[in-house]
């Protein structure tokens, strides 16, 4: 029995890739700056959150360009709708999601960024810390989907 990695094809991964690359290119060449997604989020919450994580100088000097690249990334996911892209429906129950939100939350937090931030922008930039939370990532979910597959969940 053959396994086939990409059932569906890799089309819409190299289009997918090739986007998210353009995009952080344009991000770093235009204000110089990394385009990883957790820290975008956090600086979009200062808006509202009033707790000093928030009030960082960090995230209230940069969150109006922040909140138009955040806008940028919801309106990318709505345009994909009205696009009449197939969408496949979860069948993961919802607290299970909102497990994994607040885990992963955390673990961008806690690891300086998100995967996105580390892998895409931070590898790009040859960062050595980028270079080990990858490997961290990495090794954390082929260790994690391993021990899950053979738990038979």
């Known amino acids: 029995m053959s396994v086939t990695l990409f059932p569906n094809g890799i089309a819409h991964y190299a289009v997918g890739g090739t986007l998210m690359g ?10 110089g700056r990394p385009g ?3 820290t975008f989020f956090s600086s979009s919450w200062s808006w509202l959150m ?10 209230l000097d940069s969150r109006n360009w922040r909140l138009v690249y955040t806008l940028g990334l919801m309106l990318g ?5 009205l696009a009449g892209m197939s969408v496949e429906a979860s069948h ?5 999601l909102a497990v994994g939100g607040v885990l992963i939350g955390f673990g961008a937090r806690l690891g300086g960024g998100c995967t996105s931030g580390h892998g895409i922008c ?11 939370m990858v ?4 090794g954390t979910g082929i ?5 899950l597959k053979w738990l038979g969940v």
């Open 135 to 138: 490997i961290t990532f990495l």
């Open 143 to 147: 260790v994690t989907a391993s021990l």
């Open 22 to 31: 353009l995009g952080v290119a344009l991000l770093y060449v235009t204000t």
């Open 92 to 96: 993961i129950p919802a607290w299970k």
């Open 50 to 59: 009033r707790g000093p994580f928030f009030r960082q100088a960090s995230f």
């Open 36 to 38: 990883g997604v957790s």
């Open 122 to 132: 931070g590898m790009a930039s040859l960062s050595a810390p980028s270079l080990v």
């Open 77 to 81: 996911g709505g345009l994909y709708l």
